[in-house]
């Protein structure tokens, strides 16, 4: 079975701080895409990172950055230097054949200034 | 360049009445999938089409069905509505049916159903 599984729920952080956002999936098929988005209050799911299954590198763009260990089946997303704008739902998700997203609960962030 | 646009933001219905919900994909995007999401169940995979086909469907009665048009363009229908029905319906559209190009996503559809 397929199963994307982001254990913290809610995590909360002042300004400035550094935080790390879990995400741990499932999968059997060895070609597969990891995803990362943030749902701010408005609703809009906003795209974040694509990872394919074949690339192990790590990414940093900006404030952010992404860490994707298949050893483990995690991908974990770090927000250096966090920012009030920050403050949203973040989900990871796992592309399953035929179009299909399979989405964490997602972790609610909350930046306080 | 144009994102992923659906119409209504907002929608109050009566329970038992349906409810058609449409979603204008981005240009040149050939794939369309629908979600609802719920607090207590997340986000969910509705269905998927790709050049007017449904390629994949997800775990909902068949009271949830769609379709996509010639030019892309998706609409989904739930009839005969239920109060658990009252969620957020997003819909999202790629360039291809394989996840390779990623998935954007729309505003969303509030649905609440009275």
């Known amino acids: 079975a397929q199963k994307v599984t982001q254990a913290q729920t809610e995590i909360s952080v002042v300004e400035k701080e550094d935080v790390t956002l879990d995400c741990v999936y499932e999968t059997r098929d060895t070609t597969y895409y990891l995803f990362w988005y943030k749902q701010p209050p408005s609703g809009e799911l906003v795209f974040l990172i694509r990872r394919n299954s074949f690339d192990e590198q790590n990414e940093i763009s900006g404030r952010y950055s992404w860490n994707f260990q298949k050893s483990t089946s995690s991908f974990n997303f770090t927000i250096t230097a966090s920012q009030v704008v920050d403050s949203a739902v973040y989900f990871c998700?796992?592309?399953?054949?035929?179009?299909?997203?399979?989405f964490g609960q997602g972790t609610e962030l909350s930046v306080k200034p | 360049k144009a994102g992923v646009t659906q119409t209504p933001r907002y929608l109050i219905k009566t329970r038992g009445q349906q409810v058609t919900l449409s979603c204008s994909p981005i240009s040149g995007h050939r794939s369309v999938s629908w979600y609802q999401q719920t607090p207590g169940q997340g986000l969910q995979f509705l269905f998927e089409?790709?050049?007017?086909?449904?390629?994949n469907k997800g775990n909902f009665p068949g009271r949830f069905s769609g379709r996509q048009f010639s030019n892309s363009r998706s609409e989904m229908n739930v009839s005969t509505l239920e109060l658990g029905d009252s969620a957020l319906y997003l819909c999202a559209s790629s360039l291809d049916d394989r996840g390779r190009y990623g998935y954007t996503f729309g505003s969303g559809t509030r649905l609440t159903v009275v």
């Open positions: 089409y790709f050049s007017e086909t449904q390629r």
């Open positions: 998700a796992l592309y399953n054949q035929g179009g299909k997203l399979i």
